[in-house]
């Protein structure tokens, strides 16, 4: 055996006594949601075509648009770099970033061939292609959810029982390491995240099924412009005689044109004769609006996934900031599949009531590096955050005296501004102060007697006439 088989033997060996196997039941009297086969898919197989709008687009074929493929990329990339961070919340009721031996290592690393971004970028792809992303969870002899893998929509069906208890019927996947047929299993160990529940609240609709239309239109217009221009962009066109000619030398003329000034031959010196007139009848792009067609559809996909027109390559609206731009795009395609995503992590994980998961929004911002440290300026200069706080956020270290939350001495609590009772505080007393003088004891008032002694006494003394 070769090395490599000895080391998949291994870890299979190591993976059966570690992680049990995932619970399949065998439940009677479940009900499909669709009893096609094939419910999710937007282009079922019978009837022939799109089951609303009467057009064969398979999800594949619709993906080669450019402003879908646009817009399912640019969002789930978006999200992929989003880093799912645990948060834990303290005796004050604050959420802190926190590491668990039980939860941290399937969100760093959730399957054997995925890492933590490509993990996001593909459950959001399922959900915007298919409207579903079913992850399948795999646990150890704990219970506690070791790996996480996400399924093929197309291979998942929603299945329920006459007492409403809810399994997935799961076909093969060997990348997931389903190797039966067919199997059941419960909700419970099934990560179902859904969009737009249209029809049924456990079955989600892509917004493929609002963009197949416009995305068909604009891939018909361009397979036509793209065998306009291989044909050497020469119009099709009719062979005028000016007069009447048999069925025979029709047939002669025609044949004769397409094998030599057809396809390949496009383009070559036709030489005719009897007043034979090639006049071109394809419509030019500029009478059909071509470009004009290829923009209202891109506008419509856009529209349906919720897209701004300058995300996927429309102009830049003047008068607006990037950074409002960005908030428009976040809050409209991004935010809500980001909550869906922390709900059903917390959800799927069984994370007690005081951790969550939480994606770190602080990633869509790492490449506007001024609005970003505007951002932190104003929270450090507003009291909200410490400067070393700020410094975390931008990777630097922390300094001495930067734990203190500083603030400007003109300001004043708010329950003396309401009640206007503003005391500025007293400045401290100088260390260095000199010690105040003594006070000189007072005169003594002397009664007239007492004067007159004391005349007496100093005249006497000076040898003079006492006054």
């Known amino acids: 055996m070769s090395t490599f088989g000895a080391y998949l033997r291994e870890q299979q060996v190591l993976q059966a006594a570690q992680v049990k196997a995932v619970p399949t039941v065998q439940p009677r009297g479940l009900v499909s949601l669709n009893t096609s086969g094939a419910w999710i898919d937007i282009t079922p197989a019978q009837p022939p075509g799109y089951f609303q709008l009467d057009i064969n687009a398979r999800p594949e074929t619709v993906m080669s648009h450019p402003a879908v493929f646009s817009c399912v990329t640019v969002i789930s990339n978006d999200i992929g770099k989003l880093r799912t961070r645990l948060m834990k919340v303290d005796a004050d009721g604050i959420w802190k970033e926190a590491q668990s031996a039980a939860y941290s290592p399937v969100l760093r690393r959730p399957n054997n061939y995925q890492n933590h971004i490509q993990f996001r970028q593909w459950w959001i792809i399922s959900k915007l292609v298919w409207g579903n992303a079913y992850i399948l969870k795999v646990r150890d002899g704990r219970g506690v959810v070791v790996g996480m893998y996400i399924l093929d929509p197309g291979l998942v069906m929603p299945m329920i029982a006459p007492d409403g208890t809810i399994f997935y019927q799961l076909a093969q996947d060997n990348l997931s390491g389903l190797q039966l047929p067919s199997v059941f299993v419960p909700a419970s160990e099934i990560i179902h995240d859904r969009m737009n529940c249209l029809f049924h609240p456990l079955v989600g609709v892509s917004p493929l099924f609002s963009a197949a239309l416009p995305a068909s239109s604009g891939l018909e217009i361009l397979k036509d412009s793209q065998r306009f221009f291989k044909q050497g962009a020469k119009p099709s066109g009719i062979l005028a005689a000016p007069g009447a000619i048999g069925a025979d030398t029709a047939k002669e003329l025609k044949e004769y044109w397409n094998a030599n000034f057809t396809g390949a031959n496009s383009g070559r010196v036709a030489v005719v004769g009897d007043g034979l007139k090639y006049e071109p009848i394809r419509m030019t792009s500029v009478d059909s609006q071509t470009k004009e067609q290829l923009g209202l559809s891109a506008d419509m996909v856009a529209q349906v996934f919720h897209v701004p027109g300058f995300k996927v390559g429309g102009p830049i609206p003047a008068g607006q900031k990037v950074g409002d ?39 869509l911002l790492r490449m506007d590096p001024a609005t970003q440290a505007d951002v932190t300026v104003k929270l450090v200069g507003g009291g909200v955050m410490t400067p070393n706080e700020g410094r975390a956020d931008h990777n630097l270290p922390p300094l001495v005296g930067g734990d203190t939350v500083y603030m400007q001495q003109q300001d004043f609590p708010l329950d003396q501004v309401r009640l206007n009772k503003i005391e500025p505080p007293a400045p401290p007393p100088s260390p260095q102060a000199p010690p105040a003088p003594a006070p000189e004891p007072e005169e003594e008032d002397l009664s007239e007697e007492e004067r007159r002694a004391f005349a007496d006494y100093i005249a006497k003394e000076l040898e003079c006439e006492p006054t």
């Open 325 to 363: 731009l960005n908030q428009i795009y976040f809050s409209d395609a991004l935010q809500s599949l980001i909550e869906e995503m922390e709900a059903s992590l917390d959800d799927g994980l069984s994370l007690p009531a005081e951790y969550r998961t939480e994606l770190d929004l602080g990633n």
